[in-house]
């Protein structure tokens, strides 16, 4: 049906080609190769990868060989035009699945070209980057999005359906952990993890789902980080962070949040990765853990090095459905199903005369569009300058958010000065 000239054409890019790409954007495509999408609203549409772009098209020839008759022709570009290239060939819409660092570049081009956008996490790595993404978007008419698989997880949806329908009554404080194992940092992140941190990479997903869930005016960052394992114990790269927000809300009552994340867990460890939230109420208390959601497994040989004990059959699980069919599903993946249905309504859901309705009804989804993203990014940007500053000898630093001083404000002690990382308000709430 996807490849079928009849139906309405979605085209897609990628750009990035590794573990997250292999983890959940390579399943997607594969199941709308053969699928398509469909919606009452815009009924079948087709959405083919067309083209992929990474530094050296290793990994997507490898993947051409591997895949077969699941995933249709599509082209490969490599090197330091790629993404140009990709942009070229006449795609609606485009991934980013690049390290963190490299995110905004690939962004903006995509923008540029009046290509809808979808982005993994974090975004980009400050609120000027983002500014600019964002005001590219509106001008050019298209969707920019970013990925927060972890709101869709059944958990969390649970948590803020409580919140919404205000059984949990007023977040009091929180404390978020995820752990990952050494293979992360010194395999599949090896070739771009100098000089990034743990917090940036995954924190994100938790600043995130405090931020949407609980809403509130972001007003402190506080942080410190060790090292030593992956880098040099004085060197720019992390081995895990800690990091602390203070939230305000409309009551004039705070909610302090500590973040810890690590990727130098022992490989032999049980679980793929260690999450744990907990979250205090006036009313009560929301428990959540990854690896302890009722499943358990040993298997001689295997366990707990290519096969874990504990396993998150939510994110992104490879089943045999009981009608004999393999398939590969999870919220890791919903997500990604559900920008492309997005993104088909705005293109295909009604006349044209009706498209900016139907790209601005998108655009207010706050779960994952670039401008609703300000206090997250705020956050990640406030982490990475109280790192820097520790890697550069001046630890404890605080960064304020809409400080007299400015919109996000780097205090380091013994400084009488502080330090504007960006001037203009981060909440709308804010100066």
């Given amino acids: 049906m996807s490849n079928s000239p009849h139906y309405p054409t979605l085209r897609a890019g990628m750009i990035g080609m590794g573990m997250i790409f292999d983890e959940t954007y390579r399943p997607f495509f594969e199941r709308v190769h053969a699928e398509g999408i469909f919606d009452r609203r815009f009924g079948e549409v087709s959405v083919p990868l067309i083209a992929v772009a990474s530094r050296t098209g290793v990994r997507a020839e490898k993947y051409r060989a591997q895949a077969g008759g699941k995933i249709g022709a599509f082209q490969s570009f490599s090197g330091e035009d790629s993404v140009a290239q990709l942009l070229n060939s006449g795609a609606h819409f485009a991934c980013v699945a690049t390290p963190d660092d490299r995110h905004f570049e690939a962004a903006r081009a ?41 709101l869709l997880d059944p958990d969390h949806k649970k948590l803020r359906t409580l919140v919404v329908d205000g059984v949990l009554q007023h977040v009091n404080n929180g404390y978020c952990s995820l752990l ?79 973040i810890h994340t690590s990727w130098v867990t022992p490989d032999n460890f049980p ?44 994110y992104n699980g490879s089943f045999m459905e009981p009608w004999g069919e393999r398939s590969q599903r999870g919220y890791g993946i919903e ?30 989804l706050a779960y994952n ?33 809409d400080d007299p001083a400015g919109g996000l404000v780097l205090y380091s002690p013994g400084d009488a000065v502080p330090t504007v990382l960006y001037a203009p308000p981060v909440s709308p709430k804010g100066g």
């Fill in 110 to 150: 995509v923008l540029q070209a009046g290509v809808h956008l979808l982005i993994e996490k974090p975004s980009v790595l400050s609120l000027a980057q983002l500014d600019e993404l964002v005001a590219l978007a509106r001008s050019k008419g298209v969707l920019a999005k970013v990925v927060y698989h972890k």
């Fill in 271 to 314: 679980g793929y990765v260690e999450q744990e939230v907990q979250f205090r109420f006036d009313n009560g208390v929301w428990n959540g853990h990854s690896r302890k959601r009722g499943v358990e497994c040993t298997v001689e040989g295997r366990t707990p090095f290519t096969l874990k004990n504990t396993m998150n059959n939510h």
């Fill in 335 to 364: 997500v990604l199903e559900r920008f492309a249905r997005e993104a088909a309504w705005v293109e295909f859901g009604g006349s044209e005369a009706d498209r900016p309705a139907r790209l601005a009804n998108i655009n207010a």
């Fill in 180 to 258: 990952e194992p050494k293979s992360i940092s010194g395999g599949q992140f090896a070739e771009w993890i100098t000089g990034r941190n743990p917090g940036t990479y995954v924190a994100v997903h938790y600043i995130k789902l405090i931020d949407f869930t609980f809403g509130g005016r972001l007003k402190t960052i506080t942080a410190t980080g060790q090292r030593g394992l992956v880098g040099d114990k004085a060197g720019p790269t992390w081995d895990s962070c800690q990091m602390r927000m203070i939230y305000e809300y409309d009551s004039g009552r705070e909610a302090a949040f500590d």
């Fill in 369 to 401: 569009d670039l401008e609703a993203d300000r206090q997250t990014v705020a956050a990640v940007a406030g982490l990475e300058a109280i790192l820097d500053r520790q890697y550069h000898g001046q630890p404890d630093c605080v960064v304020r958010v």
